[in-house]
């Protein structure tokens, strides 16, 4: 069996998104493509983003057909460990990726993911601006006892995924601490689980960040260390977990709707953002712009015959 990809970054986080794979979902839509992959072929995820043919820190899209006859597709993103609800870094980086293929160009494009639809706008320069599912702040000041850190307080936020966004604890955030972060924001997830403090309807907060001053040097009004689940860090700023920020940033009236913000990543890559809000009271629409570049196109093969072809896992 062959699978087809193209790959991209997207402020330094890759984006391998499956182009050809002789899998067709029984059914449109985002929600059934990942009930699909994730029930019955959980080894396209494993053989994509899992050593040999991947490492950690890739996000795989599984482009699909939508529900949504108004979007251009619809989109699965998986990583390491499993599938994401939606994912924005690989979001700008399928529209770089269908610009390049030629299947759209500069304008307006939705997308179906599973959290729900986003719409992506292709500028001339190859920059792309997303407009994201309604995102919110769930909790403030949410106090966790971290074994070897002590107490951490932190929101809880939706931004398309669940945040746990800690401001000025921890080791700090710069690109030499590295292991040093994804240490202590690991602890933070382990800790938040077992003393089963979640998202709304009991959801697993599955992504945490803390955040510092930006380093010098970078051009930002934050700079942030995300860590995904799967213990991978985000190379670029999350655009999801920007997105709980701006929700955090507005329900404290510290930024004003249409007020630009510049979130930097770990690796000094920057989104530019800004926020709508929604009638309902503390949602907003975050609206994060950033540029993908297509790094190279691959034929993956699956021998049958190689005991690694679904990737190496325990
Ligand atoms: O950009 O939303 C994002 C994201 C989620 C996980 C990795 N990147």
């Given at each position: 069996m062959t699978i087809s990809v193209i790959d991209s970054h997207t402020g330094g986080e890759p984006t391998r998104a499956v182009i050809d794979s002789e899998l067709t979902p029984p059914e449109p839509g985002a929600l059934a493509a990942r009930d699909f992959l994730s029930r019955e072929?959980?080894?396209?995820?494993?053989?994509?983003?899992?050593?040999p043919r991947g490492f950690e820190a890739i996000v795989g899209a599984y482009l699909c057909k939508p529900t949504d006859q108004t979007c251009v597709t619809g989109v699965v993103f998986f990583n390491n460990v499993s599938y994401l609800n939606g994912c924005l870094h690989g979001t700008i980086g399928v529209v770089a990726i269908l610009a390049h293929t030629g299947e759209i160009s500069v304008g307006v494009h939705r997308i179906e993911t599973p959290s729900g639809v986003v719409t992506a706008t292709l500028a001339a320069d190859g920059s792309v601006t997303v407009n994201n599912v309604p995102s919110y702040r769930f909790r403030e000041s949410q106090e966790v006892e971290v074994p070897g850190h002590g107490l951490v307080t932190g929101d809880i936020a939706w931004g398309g995924n669940w945040f746990f966004l800690i401001q000025d604890q921890g080791p700090e955030v710069c690109f030499s601490e590295i292991e040093a972060l994804t240490h202590f924001t690991s602890a933070v997830g382990q800790a938040l689980t077992e003393q089963g403090?979640?998202?709304?309807?009991?959801?697993?907060?599955?992504?945490?960040?803390?955040?510092?001053?930006p380093n010098e040097g970078v051009d930002a009004d934050s700079q942030n260390f995300v860590l995904?689940?799967?213990?991978?860090?985000d190379r670029s700023p999350c655009g999801t977990g920007t997105s709980a920020k701006l929700a955090c940033l507005a329900a404290s009236g510290k930024?004003?709707?249409?007020?630009?913000?510049?979130?930097?990543?770990i690796i000094g890559t920057v989104f530019e953002c800004q926020f709508l809000n929604l009638p309902e009271e503390?949602?907003?629409t975050p609206i994060i712009s950033g540029k993908a570049h297509i790094t190279g196109k691959s034929t993956f093969v699956l021998d049958p015959e190689d005991p690694f072809k679904f990737g190496i896992s325990p």
């Open positions: 072929h959980d080894w396209l995820r494993r053989a994509l983003i899992l050593e403090i979640t998202g709304a309807d009991g959801e697993l907060i599955d992504h945490i960040e803390t955040f510092g001053s995904c689940p799967g213990r991978a860090y930024l004003a709707e249409g007020e630009l913000w510049k979130q930097a990543s503390g949602m907003i």
